[in-house]
């Protein structure tokens, strides 16, 4: 009898393990909305905004495409979770490595808006076997250039060290008073503009703090050049912006290590450009997702 106690006893801590062993990674740092079928696209939006910027892209979409919609952990209302403390950007790029291999993904196509593209073209540089194919939505690789050419991590720390403190020590009033300013420059629409002043004024000010702050210390140039895979850049420009050259020569100069890469322009627009052209984002990524020759 105790031969048969201990039998069932090992059976059911074997089956135990296995079972725990089964069940999927699941992330903390952010979540995971999936929809539709066919070929994965993740789609990653940008620092203190909603997955819900790319509902008009899935929308489009139709169906024929298995989206991963990402929210991160303390963005646009969602809690901050794991994001509650310490780094932000290293931790989401280490986290989307795990989902991608524990759900079996094979080489997904990935579309990030400004910090998600960032995250996106980390993971291609760390974890290149990740994925098949990238699209960055105005994004630079280490966006500070856009102060200074020659600006380093080392002289923008203390800058971005004080603009994270003076988020996470400002009462909700001026955050959210912050968040609808700095909106009017991210969206040309009212529409757009009230979407994004929500989204952020909905943050975490810690999390959205510590994000900025990693984003302005994280230069991806150094890893450009061993980026195989295609990968598109849109970017935003507006009249309102300057010289187009000048927005032109900025992109193709930060870029121009990336080997396989096309850059595409966007008029019309300010930063969020799913919002502010629609039609032209859609197209542009319809294209991108198209199988390649």
Excluded: C
Excluded at 109 to 121: E, M, R, T
Excluded at 123 to 138: N, Y
Excluded at 230 to 256: E, H, I, R, S, W
């Amino acid at each position: 009898m105790l031969r048969w106690i201990a039998a069932i006893a090992l059976a059911v801590s074997v089956a135990g393990a296995s079972a725990r062993a089964a069940e999927p990674f699941q992330p903390t740092r952010f979540t995971a909305q999936d929809e539709g079928s066919g070929p994965d696209v993740i789609l990653i939006p940008g620092v203190a905004t909603s997955r819900a910027e790319f509902d008009d892209l899935a929308r489009r979409l139709g169906g024929r495409y298995r989206l991963h919609r990402i929210q991160v952990a303390g963005f646009a209302g969602a809690p901050a979770a794991a994001n509650g403390q310490g780094p932000v950007v290293d931790p989401l790029v280490e986290e989307l490595h795990r989902y991608i291999v524990s759900r079996g993904l094979r080489r997904p196509a990935i579309v990030g808006h400004s910090l998600g593209g960032l995250i996106g073209l980390l993971l291609a540089e760390r974890h290149p076997e990740d994925l098949g194919r990238l699209m960055i939505i105005d994004a630079l690789p280490f966006y500070p250039v856009i102060l200074s050419p020659s600006i380093t991590v080392a002289q923008v720390q203390p800058m971005a060290a004080r603009l994270r403190d003076g988020v996470i020590a400002a009462t909700p009033a001026q955050f959210a008073t912050s968040e609808a300013q700095t909106a009017q420059r991210l969206s040309k629409t009212p529409a757009g503009q009230a979407l994004v002043a929500g989204w952020g004024s909905t943050s975490d000010q810690g999390v959205a703090a510590r994000a900025t702050y990693d984003d302005m210390t994280t230069d991806a140039r150094p890893g450009l050049a061993s980026v195989q895979l295609p990968v598109t850049v849109l970017y935003a420009f507006d009249a309102a912006m300057g010289p187009q050259a000048a927005v032109d020569g900025l992109y193709q100069g930060q870029y121009a290590a990336l080997p396989h890469k096309t850059l595409q322009r966007i008029d019309g627009s300010f930063h969020f450009i799913p919002l502010d052209q629609p039609a032209a984002f859609v197209a542009a990524v319809l294209a991108f997702l198209q199988p390649q020759a």
